[in-house]
C-alpha cells in the first residue's frame, strides 16, 4: 500500500438520523470532513522568498514567543500565531496582522530558531506599501515625512521653537559651522511635541551646566527615519540617509548624540551598511559617561521606575547608563518593574505602530501603553522615567486613560536632572 494522501469523500447528506433523532441537512454539515489540505500556501512561500522574510518559515512551533510577545499580551498575535496563520491561506500582505508588529525584538531573544521579525515585518511591509495596502494613517506619515522631513507634517522653520524659553544658549551649526564636539539631533518629537520640547530644553540646560561642546542643525535637521524604515518605507528612509549625509558632512564635528533610540539605532546599525560610519551615543550614554561631573542643588525625594526603550535596550543592549543617570539623583528610590532590561515590554511605539494606534485598536483589549503604566504602578512607583521621545506623549495619555492621574507622573531623565541640577 502506498503512502499517498487519502482524502474522504465530505459528507453532504440531506438528512441523517442520529441515535433516533432526524437531522437536517444545515447540521449534517457540522459532520463534514475539514479539507485542510487545500490551504493556499502562496502568500507564505512569497514571504520565504522575499530577502529578509526567510526565517518566517523556520518556525517549528515551539510556543516560546508566545509568553513574550507584548502584541499577544492585550491580544492575539505573536511569530508563531502569524505563521501559523499562513499555513493556513491568510495572505500577511493583506492582513490587518501586518501593521501589529511594534519589532519590539522580545521573540527573536527567546525563539531558537531565530525567526527574525524585525527582518520580516519590513520585509512584507515594503511590498504592501508598494501595491498601495497601508493603513490610511500611516500613509500620512510617510506623505508629511517626504514632503516636510519630519513624521509631524511640521514646518521645518518651527524645529527651533523649543529654544525660545530654554533659558541657555543653544548653538546652531548653520550661524556659527566652527567644529564642535557633539553633534546634537533632536528629532522630531522633542523639537515640535510639547511635552518633547520640555526635556529638549532640559536637556540644553544639563549638557550647558556640564561645559559639553554642542551643537544642533535647526531648521536644516530631518528624521533619521528608522521608524518608517520598518514600516515598510525603505525608499523613503534611503532618501532620508542621503539628505542627512550630505548634511553631515557639512559641519566637523566629533560625534553625534541623539534623544531618539530610533534614530540611534538606524545610525549605530543601517547607516553602515550604506557606507555610512559614525560614533554615535543616545543621550543617556552622553550622560552617564559625565556621572562623575554631575552636581546636585535639589534632592528629588520620590521611587522612581524606568521603562526601557526596546530601540536603547533590546535592540542595542544598553541598560545601565539611563538607571546610572536615575540613581545619581539624591533622594531618588529606583524600582524596577516586573519585566524589565532584555524582557522590557513594549510601550508600543516602535516600527510605525506610534502612528497607528486606532488602527490597533481594533485587535488589542488595551494599549500597550496602558498595560505598561499598569505595570509602572504596580511598583508603588511616583514617577515613570523615560528616555524616548515617543513616550511621554504615550504613557501621559496612558495614565489618564486607566485611571491613574494624580498616582504616577511622566518625565524624562533630562527632566529629573535638569530639576535636580537647578
Ligand atoms: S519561538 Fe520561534 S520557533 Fe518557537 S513558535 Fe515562536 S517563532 Fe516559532
Ligand atoms: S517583534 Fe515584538 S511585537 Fe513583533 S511579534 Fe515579536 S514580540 Fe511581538
Given at each position: 500500500m502506498g503512502l499517498e494522501k487519502q482524502h474522504p469523500d465530505p459528507i453532504e447528506k440531506e438528512g441523517a438520523v442520529v441515535e433516533g433523532y432526524a437531522l437536517a441537512g444545515e447540521w449534517n454539515r457540522m459532520f463534514e470532513q475539514r479539507v485542510i489540505w487545500d490551504y493556499d500556501f502562496t502568500p507564505l512561500e512569497k514571504i520565504g522568498e522575499l530577502p529578509g522574510g526567510e526565517s518566517l518559515n523556520w518556525c517549528y512551533g515551539c510556543g516560546k514567543c508566545i509568553p513574550v510577545c507584548p502584541v499577544d499580551i492585550v491580544g492575539d498575535y505573536g511569530p508563531r500565531k502569524i505563521h501559523r496563520k499562513g499555513q493556513m491561506g491568510v495572505d500577511l500582505f493583506k492582513?490587518?496582522?501586518?501593521?501589529?508588529?511594534?519589532?519590539?525584538g522580545n521573540c527573536l531573544r527567546v525563539c531558537p530558531k531565530e525567526v527574525d521579525m524585525i527582518q520580516i515585518m519590513p520585509a512584507v511591509r515594503e511590498v504592501a506599501v508598494g501595491e498601495g495596502n497601508v493603513p490610511a494613517e500611516l500613509q500620512s506619515v510617510f506623505e508629511k515625512t517626504a514632503r516636510y522631513g519630519n513624521a509631524l507634517g511640521e514646518n521645518p522653520r518651527k524645529r527651533v521653537e523649543w529654544m525660545k524659553d530654554a533659558a541657555t544658549p543653544v548653538r546652531i551649526l548653520k550661524d556659527d559651522p566652527s567644529p564642535v564636539d557633539v553633534l546634537f539631533l533632536i528629532e522630531d518629537y522633542w523639537a515640535f511635541h510639547p511635552r518633547g520640547r520640555d526635556a529638549a530644553r532640559a536637556n540644553a540646560r544639563v549638557l550647558n551646566r556640564l561645559g559639553v561642546d554642542w551643537a544642533i542643525l535647526g531648521a536644516e535637521e530631518k528624521t533619521i527615519g528608522d521608524s518608517q524604515r520598518l514600516a515598510g518605507e525603505k525608499g523613503l528612509f534611503e532618501m532620508l540617509v542621503e539628505d542627512n549625509v550630505a548634511l553631515f558632512s557639512k559641519y566637523e564635528f566629533g560625534r553625534i548624540v541623539t534623544s531618539d533610540p530610533h534614530a540611534f539605532n538606524a545610525l549605530r546599525n543601517e547607516y553602515p551598511k550604506l557606507g555610512h560610519s559614525y560614533e554615535v551615543l543616545h543621550y543617556t550614554q552622553l550622560l552617564g559617561q559625565l556621572v562623575p561631573k554631575l552636581t546636585f542643588s535639589k534632592r528629588i525625594d520620590a521611587k522612581v521606575t524606568f521603562h526601557d526603550p526596546c530601540y536603547l535596550g533590546r535592540h542595542n543592549g544598553e541598560y545601565d547608563a539611563p538607571r546610572a543617570l536615575i540613581e545619581a539623583i539624591p533622594g531618588v528610590e529606583f524600582m524596577e518593574m516586573q519585566r524589565c532590561r532584555a524582557n522590557g515590554y513594549c510601550c508600543g511605539g516602535g516600527g510605525g505602530a506610534m502612528w497607528l494606534d486606532s488602527f490597533t485598536a481594533d485587535f488589542t483589549s488595551e494599549r500597550l501603553s496602558e498595560r505598561r503604566v499598569r505595570e509602572a504602578v504596580e511598583t508603588g512607583a511616583d514617577i515613570l522615567a523615560?528616555?524616548?521621545?515617543?513616550e511621554v506623549s504615550r504613557f501621559e495619555d496612558a495614565v489618564k486613560s486607566t485611571g491613574n492621574d494624580g498616582k504616577l507622573i511622566v518625565r524624562d531623565i533630562a527632566e529629573l536632572l535638569d530639576e535636580a541640577m537647578s
Open positions: 492582513d490587518p496582522d501586518l501593521w501589529l508588529c511594534t519589532t519590539c523615560i528616555c524616548c521621545p515617543y
